[in-house]
């Protein structure tokens, strides 16, 4: 499915991302390239496989059977952060909640609540959230009764027990009320949903603490493996404490990695398959992101809605729910790779999960590289320990001054000091946790939580602890060096100067993202 | 002579711990070293036992400090081995000592002086005989008892003379009061208590009661519970009571012939310790005004605020702004330790008959208004006082009209004020009348203090007697020379400007002021920062917010529109709230009616983001952290709508904001409680204060309009944000910092 090419002498200069624009280099002979996997075939008719994942869920009964008058229903969704980049219209959330509510209905229920289960994330406005659910419900719910959760809310949240490791468990008290909760999960990436998604999505930073800390995410191999994530244990044992006291009924979709619409077809296609008229589109984008103002080409990006389709849909009980989607994610985005890498090159692209319709500043980089790319692994990383990681980003000293307020004042006031991330979460997170600006903002803007940009942080504490240099290709070497990265303005140059840590002849990869997709290295 | 005469001698002080006793203490640790012991009846405070209090208060106090020097480490010990405390009180029966006390007591005392008295002119009738009647003859009931039947100095004052004119010769009160009316004090003592009881029974009467209690919801206003309210009850029933016992005393001195119910007082008890004196011998020392030292323990110790300190003071910092007496009549003031010295000259005598001494300045070394004024005035026009600004007070100058004439005026003016104050009250609120009405208030308060001043002080300031010190000249000249020098308390040696310029004036104006000690040591309140919203800490107003507000709920397309009629009404809506913000807000928000509440209350949430955000001053919102990271209770003090300040309410510890009624689910239009503008608003900031122990004299208050004026005048550290006119200037006179904070 994937496709593994060795570049020889005459191979092509190799596109990568680069944040809003595109870096395009010919890399050495023997680099190895390893494209994404095609799009799955998408299921046929998406409302018939809705429909039986509700008839046949795993290990429980079907949902119409769980649904009474006079209960009270809760639906959550997980939030603008998935898919990438937004599906188009109608987004899956929407058919599967129109569904549900559907039966509801059906069954005489009137209190449903439905909430965005963002967690610490910022909350959606209301177009967003009208994107991703449709005029209807928007029209019958929003604002009362479909709204963004609030995990600052102290009437809002109730502790439910502690794990056997002291783990407090708090969770959103509509939730906990409620006789059923329906957790609607766009599974894009295999580190989301399961019991993940109650406990970061409607959980407070009481909660999240114990699993987001750089301790957990440092023995985390990696996150997009749960079974072999620290992180993941803690959300598991949570799972457990709140499922004695709560009913849930999951439904978890997988969409095949169809990112891009057909205009930006050079990103997933592999540069040898190009034609002219593809090389042409490439180039023609490349020089207006070189040239027009960064505003311009920002808005084209950020307004690509991908044609993803479903591939899976099941429901039912969190655990078996949970192991088939997996199972399904795999399926698209494994790709078996032989053997690590010295240095491994990936392109960074525009958007990740925290800079939908955003800025992606420079902490939401470094954890885009070192977090999420870095853990796009099975098995072991594609890079070998002590080797290097090259990516590519322009890195402007850009933020969002809305959407990142406590972002802003980290990267200002922590880095200045140091760019140790044990050191920041010890001098400073307790104090953005608590900052009631910072509260306000989260509450009654649209910012991210004060101690959101500490999670990104430790995001790439596995990384930092087993690489042995990060080199990001285009950056503003001041703003990389303010976060503790180094530089470089071409790919050759950063190879060159990964030799000092990984001897004069080494072995590299291309990983060609995007679309996401993992590797399973052996 | 005098210090072998106080060999192995024993001798109980009451009021030991009052300027005067405290002085007679230092006196005696230094200059008596062979005394056998000084025994002290020292009142346990709420906090401390008397021992305590002699050791952390007393023998802390600035007069032992030169002792203190001189003895090095071994003084505490020395004080303890030479006084004897005795925790009791003179009001109680037996002095609330123990047997074992009072035979000590009993066995040892060779002189009583009973120093302890209340020295308020116009205490309440029952406090005043209290302690100064009752209290005294107490003390010599039981002395009478004693085995060495201890010579009884009863420390009075030259002051019993009341009205009487001419030389006030040195001997025991007579028959008759100072205006020749026939006094049998027994008698007296039965009929003042019968008044004082009359008085307690008319205030549990159901009328007075019902208006006490209307009186008290009134003053709570909107912010009063159950609670408060009866507490409230008690103690306007309480003060009721006080005024009233103030005035039956005054009332029956006046009648006698004397001033006040303090002299009236002090001349009963002096009439009740000749007649039960039975074989004690006794003396009565009559000292005139007593005020700070002349030599000893250093010259101008003071301790307290003492007769003449309160006019000096009231004249330095231009509140009396004419003297009510007449410039030529004496002020009769003595330095304490001439008091002092002439106590402890006359207790080494046992004469067979009663005594009597006067310690005054008036014969031998006369003092006159015109000359203490000229004195005092020279002293403040170089050494100023300085407003809460730091600006300079010049004293004004009197041109002594007389007292008459000054009373006349300062009526006068009182009845004016008081029409102001009704034509005030009868205008709109607003920023205008609140101007004015703290002009009328000012200028009345002043009037009354004045007043009351001249009504107090005035008998003493017009005072056509002179008190003879005959006895006490002779006594002094009987002493040695050595002990003349160590004893002095001759008053012709006195320099009154000296005295006045080197001594005593800088003492009283740098000594800590003594309400200010007295509020260090309760519970320290909590430091609040209270701001304004709009305008102060967001760029926008009451107008903006409802038209953005309004705007949500209309098309796009016909926002315009809405907006163009909106328009014309805004000059209306601006000059009402020229005239008063109260007014404005009771009218503006009437365009809330039939607003649905939930609704609203989704787009006040909206708001943050869609209007409030961008408008919130950076400066401000930094201020507003530097203040919570200080630990200080952050509130927001706004006339705004609650539903609009609740997004900001994590920002805050409170918010105190305008609410409207609700009815089936809809705004009325009508605000729920008064405007929170204005003096209301100040209200509203003082109940919250007292109700969470906020202390406002260290708070910090932020504001930008003229009706914010009377919530920054209540705080310490008042701050104008962005000021309008009015506020500016009223900033600039104030001397309070002025911040520009922008967008």
Redesign the interface.
């Known amino acids: 499915m994937s496709e593994i090419i060795t570049l020889d002498k005459n191979s092509l200069p190799m596109m990568f991302n680069a944040g809003d624009g595109f870096h395009y280099e010919k890399l050495p002979e023997g680099t190895r390239v390893i494209y994404p996997p095609k799009p799955l075939d998408a299921l046929s008719d998406e409302n018939v496989a809705i429909e039986r994942a509700l008839l046949e869920p795993l290990d429980m009964e079907p949902l119409h059977d769980l649904l009474f008058s006079g209960m009270k229903l809760t639906i959550a969704f997980d939030d603008i952060s998935l898919p990438l980049p937004p599906m188009q219209k109608p987004d899956i959330r929407q058919l599967i909640i129109e569904k549900v509510v559907e039966k509801a209905r059906a069954r005489g229920v009137e209190d449903i609540h439905i909430i965005a289960a963002l967690g610490l994330h910022r909350r959606m406005t209301k177009a967003e959230i009208g994107h991703q659910l449709g005029k209807k419900l928007m029209d019958a719910f929003y604002p009362e009764r479909l709204y963004n959760y609030d995990a600052e809310d102290p009437e809002g949240n109730v502790f439910v027990g502690e794990t056997e490791h002291g783990e407090e468990v708090t969770v959103s008290k509509r939730v906990m009320d409620s006789d059923l909760l329906v957790y609607v999960n766009v599974n894009y990436i295999p580190m989301d949903g399961g019991h993940k998604s109650v406990h970061t999505g409607l959980s407070p930073y009481a909660s999240i603490k114990h699993h987001h800390t750089p301790e957990t995410l440092k023995n985390t191999r990696s996150l997009m493996d749960p079974d072999n994530s620290a992180l993941h244990g803690s959300v598991i044992r949570m799972g457990k404490v709140f499922k004695e006291h709560a009913n849930v009924f999951h439904i978890e979709t997988t969409l095949n990695n169809a990112a891009f619409p057909a205009v930006f077809d050079f990103m997933a296609k592999p540069e040898h398959e190009w034609g002219a008229v593809t090389k042409a589109n490439f180039l023609a984008n490349h020089e207006m992101a070189k040239r027009l103002p960064s505003a311009v080409p920002h808005k084209i990006f950020h307004s690509i809605k991908a044609p993803h389709r479903l591939t899976s849909i099941q429901a039912g009980a969190t655990d078996p729910v949970h192991k088939k989607t997996l199972e399904n994610n795999h399926a698209q985005q494994i790709v078996h790779v032989e053997g690590q890498t010295d240095v491994l090159m990936v392109g960074i692209p525009y958007i990740g999960p925290y800079n939908v319709n955003s800025i992606m500043n420079p902490l939401l980089v470094y954890n885009m590289l070192l977090g999420y790319i870095f853990n796009l692994y099975k098995n072991k990383p594609l890079v070998r320990e002590g080797g290097v990681l090259i990516g590519t980003h322009p890195m402007p000293e850009a933020f969002h001054e809305i959407h990142h307020p406590s972002y802003i004042d980290l990267y200002h006031e922590a880095f200045s000091e140091t760019k140790d991330i044990y050191e920041i979460a010890h001098k400073y997170e307790k104090r953005y946790a608590e900052d009631p600006w910072y509260r306000t903002l989260y509450r009654s803007s649209h910012a991210y939580h004060g101690v959101h940009p500490f999670t990104v942080l430790y995001w790439g504490a596995h990384a930092l602890d087993y690489l042995s240099d990060v080199i990001v290709v285009g950056a503003n070497p001041k703003v990389a060096a303010h976060v503790g990265l180094k530089s470089a303005p071409t790919i050759a140059d950063a190879l060159e100067m990964a030799k000092d840590k990984v001897g004069p002849s080494p072995s590299s990869t291309y990983m060609h993202l995007p679309p996401l997709f993992m590797c399973e290295v052996s | 002579m005098l210090k072998e005469a106080y060999k192995d001698k024993n001798i109980l002080l009451t009021g030991g711990t009052g300027f005067l006793g405290t002085a007679m203490v230092e006196k005696i640790l230094r200059s008596m070293p062979d005394l056998g012991k000084l025994y002290l009846l020292v009142r346990a405070s709420d906090k401390k036992s008397a021992g305590e209090r002699f050791e952390e208060d007393m023998l802390a106090s600035a007069a032992f400090a030169n002792l203190r020097e001189e003895k090095g480490e071994s003084f505490e010990e020395y004080a303890k081995e030479k006084v004897r405390i005795l925790e009791g009180d003179v009001h109680a029966d037996f002095l609330g000592l123990g047997e074992s006390e009072l035979s000590e007591l009993s066995e040892n005392v060779d002189v009583v002086i009973h120093s302890a008295a209340s020295v308020v002119f116009d205490a309440p009738l029952d406090a005043a005989v209290g302690s100064n009647v009752r209290g005294t003859l107490g003390l010599l009931r039981l002395a009478r008892g004693w085995g060495k039947k201890p010579l009884f100095i009863h420390i009075s004052t030259a002051y019993v003379a009341g009205t009487r004119s001419g030389m006030i010769p040195e001997e025991p009160p007579l028959e008759s009061s100072p205006n020749g009316t026939y006094l049998d004090p027994e008698q007296e003592l039965v009929g003042l208590d019968s008044a004082v009881r009359e008085v307690g029974m008319s205030s549990r009467e159901r009328e007075m009661s019902i208006r006490l209690e209307a009186d008290a919801r009134r003053e709570l206003g909107m912010v009063g519970e159950e609670y408060e309210v009866a507490e409230r009850f008690e103690k306007l029933r309480k003060a009721w009571v006080r005024e009233r016992l103030v005035e039956r005393g005054t009332e029956r001195a006046k009648e006698l012939g004397w001033h006040d119910v303090y002299t009236f007082t002090k001349s009963l008890a002096e009439r009740m310790v000749l007649r039960e004196r039975g074989e004690n011998p006794l003396i009565i020392l009559r000292p005139a005004i007593i005020e700070s030292s002349y030599r000893e323990p250093y010259p101008g110790w003071i301790q307290g605020s003492r007769m003449a300190d309160p006019i000096i003071m009231a004249f330095a910092r231009g509140i009396l702004r004419e003297f009510p007496g007449d410039p030529d009549s004496l002020i009769d003031i003595v330095p304490v330790d001439h008091v002092v010295n002439a106590t402890l000259a006359v207790a080494s005598r046992r004469p067979e008959e009663p005594e009597v001494y006067h310690v005054a300045s008036g014969e031998r070394n006369p003092l006159r208004y015109r000359d203490l004024y000229d004195y005092v005035r020279g002293y403040f026009l170089e050494n100023p006082l300085r407003d809460s600004g730091g600006r300079p007070i010049y004293p004004h100058e009197w041109s002594f009209p007389g007292r008459k004439v000054v009373e006349r005026w300062l009526k006068a003016e009182i009845v004016g004020l008081k029409v102001a104050n009704a034509v005030v009250s009868r205008l709109p609120d607003g920023h205008l009348a609140t101007d004015l009405r703290g002009r009328v208030g000012r200028a009345d308060k002043r009037s009354k203090m004045s007043l009351y001043y001249s009504r107090i002080y005035g008998p003493y300031s017009t005072m056509d007697s002179t008190f003879s010190t005959k006895n006490t000249a002779r006594l002094f000249k009987e002493l040695p020379e050595a002990e003349r020098e160590e004893f002095p308390f001759d008053i012709a040696e006195v320099d009154w400007e000296g005295w006045l310029v080197e001594a005593h004036l800088p003492a009283l104006t740098t000594r800590p002021d003594r309400k200010k000690r007295r509020k260090a040591v309760e519970k320290p309140g909590e430091v609040a920062a209270i701001f304004d919203v709009d305008g102060t800490l967001i760029g926008s107003n009451v107008v903006s917010y409802y038209a953005w507000l309004r705007m949500q709920e209309i098309p796009r397309p016909l926002r315009p529109f809405w907006l163009a009629g909106f328009l014309t009404k805004i000059p209306y809506y601006w000059g009402l709230d020229k005239v008063s913000r109260t007014h404005f807000n009771r009218a503006f928000y009437k365009n809330y009616r039939g607003w649905d509440t ?1 609704r609203a209350k ?1 787009l006040g ?1 909206a708001s ?2 869609g209007f409030t ?1 961008e408008r919130i001053f950076p400066e401000a ?1 930094a201020q507003l ?1 530097s203040h ?1 990271e200080k630990g200080h209770r952050v509130i927001l003090l706004s006339g705004a709508l609650d539903f609009l300040l609740e ?2 309410r ?2 805050a510890d409170d918010v105190l904001s305008a609410k409207l009624q609700e009815e089936d689910g809809e705004f009325t239009g009508e605000l729920s409680g008064a405007p929170v503008a204005g003096e209301a608003r100040a209200r509203m900031l003082a109940s919250f204060a007292r109700r969470r122990n906020v202390d406002l004299s260290k708070s910090y208050a932020y504001g930008d309009s003229i009706s914010d004026l009377p919530m920054l005048e209540a705080v310490g550290n008042p701050v104008a944000v962005n000021p309008d006119k009015r506020l500016a200037k009223a900033a600039k006179e104030n001397g309070w910092q002025v911040r520009r904070w922008k967008k």
Do not use: A, G, T, V
């Open positions: 939930e989704h949430k943050f983001s955000l919102l952290r919570k997004p900001m994590d920002l």
